[in-house]
């Protein structure tokens, strides 16, 4: 009689540890971003310029989307050989310790031109990491918990990666509050990098213990184990990942579009005050967490695939609507918008594992995930804002109607792959 609450324990138990790490990963990885003026003016001569600076330090900042898919694909290549537990433990400690040496590392007026050589070294180690440490999780929460609850674990996951951006934000503000702006500005943000890092190894700690999955087990044990992943994976499965880049781009769209970038859109397009369209970015994160995880749970009931296309739909024939309604005064259409586009990434999640064989899936989600992060989530900010310049605010909503008729096309041409996990 306690076999199912004992499943019911481990299964929440293996989705809090995967989503105590997403959490902290992309804390380290985030924080760079809200503190960019900062770390600009750290790291970057003071004859630059303030603003100057800092778009230098956003630029870094990209460097580490670039750095995804390659981390994504070496780490990849470790998760389908040695296991996927070994590498979604390594990769937090790998993020803590750049995170700890950027909040250590000397700035320019001590280095000189070697600080921020340093500085775009330990970004793409970081982006690195955070390359294996998603498709990783994905992979080993899919594998535990099993077709039943995948959705749900899944979007556990994805929730508390979206927290990590929250708790950056939060991280600030009490930074800001405690030292005041000029302390903030000048040193105290390097505690945000150290109070990172110690969590993160703690996380490390938590993770280390983590049983393998079975599939994985028995995969080495009966001595499938793929020699070269990514070989085989290119030659034996374009569709499957054609069909997980195209579902993956639209999450990488409704990141920097919805939430990242979005105090910037407001305030082009509609001169919003600053600190009330980071409210608004603010809300429409936490709204997404929940969405994420609402959807998960649904999903699980009803169907992933019903929930993906409600949404894409949904968000497809919403989009010019949410956009042309959004003013300085009325901001809930865009995040309502966000909320729609949140039940599409809380549900997709849980089918792509099932897209590829065991003896490549941590390369398969690798490949995909990290691939559209890199294109779409990098060049996100840039395509968007340079839209709205152009185009106006329905341009930016033709690019949502867009993402969302690619990630269709994306469940339709695996409608026959999905195998579970």
């Known amino acids: 009689m306690t076999a ?4 019911q324990r481990s299964i929440v138990r293996t989705a809090a540890i995967s989503a105590l790490g997403g959490v902290f990963e992309f804390y380290d990885f985030v924080i760079f971003a809200v503190f960019a003026p900062q770390i ?14 800092t778009l230098q330090a956003f ?21 389908d050989r040695r296991g996927r537990a070994y590498v979604f433990s390594h990769t937090v400690l790998g993020m803590a310790a750049c995170t700890l040496m950027i909040a250590l590392l000397p700035g320019y007026a001590t280095l000189g031109v070697a600080a921020p050589v340093l ?5 793409l180690l970081q982006g690195m990491a955070l390359g294996g440490e998603i498709p ?18 899944t979007a556990l996951l994805m929730a508390g990666v979206n927290s990590g951006l929250l708790l950056g934000q939060g991280v600030a503000v009490t930074l800001e509050a405690i030292f005041g702006s000029e302390h903030a ?12 890092s110690s969590v993160g190894v703690i996380a490390y700690f938590v993770r280390r213990h983590v049983g393998e999955t079975r599939q994985f087990l028995e995969m080495h044990e009966g001595g499938t184990v793929e020699r070269l992943p990514l070989r085989t994976l290119l030659r034996t499965q374009p569709r499957a990942l054609l069909s997980g880049f195209l579902m993956c781009s639209m999450h990488a769209w409704v990141v920097p579009s919805l939430y990242l970038t979005l105090p910037s859109f407001l305030v082009q397009c509609h001169r919003m005050d600053l600190h009330h369209a980071e409210r608004v970015a603010l809300v429409s994160s936490c709204i997404g967490s929940v969405v994420y995880v609402c959807s998960g749970w649904l999903a699980d009931r009803v169907g992933a695939r019903r929930v993906c296309v409600t949404a894409l739909l949904v968000v497809a024939v919403a989009a010019l609507p949410a956009y042309a309604m959004t003013t300085a005064d009325t901001t809930w259409p865009i995040v309502a918008l966000g909320a729609a586009a949140g039940a599409f990434v809380g549900a997709y999640l849980s089918l792509l594992p ?13 490949t995909s995930y990290d691939g559209a ?10 395509l968007m804002l340079w839209m709205a310049q152009h185009h106006g605010p329905q341009g930016v909503a033709w690019l949502m109607v867009a993402f969302s008729a690619a990630a269709l096309t994306g469940l339709a041409t695996s409608a026959r792959r999905c195998l579970h996990p």
């Open 4 to 7: 199912a609450p004992d499943a």
């Open 40 to 53: 600009g003016r750290a790291f970057f001569p003071p004859e630059a310029g303030e603003s100057s600076r």
């Open 59 to 79: 630029a870094v900042f990209a460097v580490g989307y670039l750095a995804r898919p390659v981390g994504g694909m070496l780490w990849a290549h470790v998760g």
């Open 119 to 123: 500085l775009v070294g330990l970004r």
């Open 136 to 153: 990783a999780s994905l992979c080993w929460l899919s594998e535990h918990a099993g077709p039943r609850r995948v959705a749900l674990v």
């Open 185 to 196: 500005m000048n040193w105290a943000w390097r505690l945000a990098f150290v109070f990172g």
């Open 354 to 366: 099932g897209l590829f064989p065991a003896s490549v899936r941590v390369s398969g989600l690798a």
């Open 373 to 382: 992060a890199a294109i779409i989530g990098g060049s996100g900010p840039y």
